[in-house]
């Protein structure tokens, strides 16, 4: 079992910045990947980015090139930096940890509760 608690939501102006930390504790040794995802109200959850343990990073069309996915294993960490925030990055920021391959009998998606990002215009 692997729990995820995620931190550093808040409000924001338009155009700053925020870093998203997503903490996993527990055990779980067929963890292949982390990812971030968001939802906001009325839409449905979307991929913002995800990353594998050995560190090679995706991104959603949505955030490429403002945002950048980071894991630390050493504190079984990722982190989520978001740059030139836009009113539309409004949503709850969710993380997730991928137990298994696609396709596989073993796939598994761990969430965490999730974190509000608000951004004020």
């Known amino acids: 079992q692997v729990q995820l608690v995620e931190s550093g939501g808040g409000v924001v102006q338009a155009g700053g910045s925020l870093r998203l930390s997503c903490a996993a504790s527990g055990s779980d040794s067929s963890i292949k990947a982390m990812a971030w995802w968001r939802q906001a109200p009325g839409r449905q959850r979307e991929l913002v980015a995800a990353?594998?343990?050995?560190?090679?990073?995706n991104y959603g069309d949505s955030v490429t090139g403002r945002s950048t996915i980071t894991i630390d294993n050493a504190k079984n960490t990722v982190y989520l930096q978001m740059n030139s925030l836009k009113l539309e990055d409004t949503a709850v920021y969710y993380c997730?940890?991928?137990?298994?391959?696609?396709?596989?009998?073993?796939?598994?998606?761990?969430w965490g509760q999730g974190t509000q990002v608000t951004v004020s215009s």
């Open positions: 990353i594998t343990l050995d560190g090679h990073p």
């Open positions: 997730n940890a991928r137990r298994g391959d696609y396709g596989s009998p073993d796939l598994y998606f761990y």
